[in-house]
């Protein structure tokens, strides 16, 4: 009796606890603090680089910053309570490449190769998961919701897991079998390209501690049953 109450006791304070704290404004964010004179590229065969022309981002509000050579590609979430300094909004990136006449052949490995500032690895998580996704027009051109879901969104282009080691280094993401289809779709036609990416979204704050409460009950309940 005595250890039943005791256990009715600590899982009531612990959901008390849950529920009295608030969570907000943590980042899980990767490409932080990217604007500038940086340059993004396609590797393609191994040796063929084909420089961006243009890169940028999308908020979930359907906000576009423009794009341009120099524009800033953060994606994911940049929270307003740690170094991010942002107002938890979430981002959706793309990178845009032109063809006309930079590239011939078939290309049968490509990577994108993305710069990571020393602070743009911004997250509680110890992994942030990064995939690219197709994009039929020009981001650049466009706003609103419907873009902003586009980019993070539809056919996938590659993945990558990226970690606080990427630090003031390069983020390769390899293109799988759709993402080199459609490169080569791209060359064939002399045409541009266009990649989104978004980043996997990680359990809220208030999620992690729900866990934390449901691991302490399932360990009084084990102690309970072996006394």
Do not use: K
């Amino acid at each position: 009796m005595r250890h039943t109450a005791s256990l009715r006791l600590l899982v009531a304070a612990s959901a008390l606890s849950v529920s009295g704290l608030s969570f907000a404004g943590f980042s899980n964010a990767t490409f932080a603090y990217s604007g500038g004179s940086t340059t993004n590229y396609l590797q393609l065969n191994g040796s063929n680089q084909v420089i961006e022309f243009s890169r940028g981002w999308v908020d979930q509000t359907g906000s576009n910053n423009g794009g341009g050579s120099g524009a800033n590609y953060i994606a994911g979430v940049c929270g307003s309570s740690d170094g991010c300094f942002g107002n938890d909004a979430e981002y959706h990136n793309y990178f845009a490449f032109n063809f006309n006449n930079l590239f011939s052949g078939t290309v049968n490995t490509a990577s994108l190769v993305l710069n990571q500032p020393s602070n743009g690895y911004i997250t509680p998580a110890s992994t942030i998961t990064y995939t690219l996704f197709d994009v039929s027009s020009n981001p650049s051109l466009g706003s609103g919701v419907a873009l902003y879901n586009d980019l993070g969104s539809g056919i996938s282009y590659g993945t990558v897991v990226v970690d606080a080691s990427s630090a003031g280094g390069l983020v390769t993401v390899n293109f799988n079998a759709a993402g080199l289809a459609a490169l080569n779709a791209a060359v064939s036609n002399n045409t541009n390209f266009y990649v989104g990416g978004a980043v996997a979204a990680v359990p809220e704050p208030a999620t992690w501690a729900l866990s934390a409460a449901g691991l302490l009950l399932l360990a009084l309940r084990r102690r309970a049953a072996q006394a």
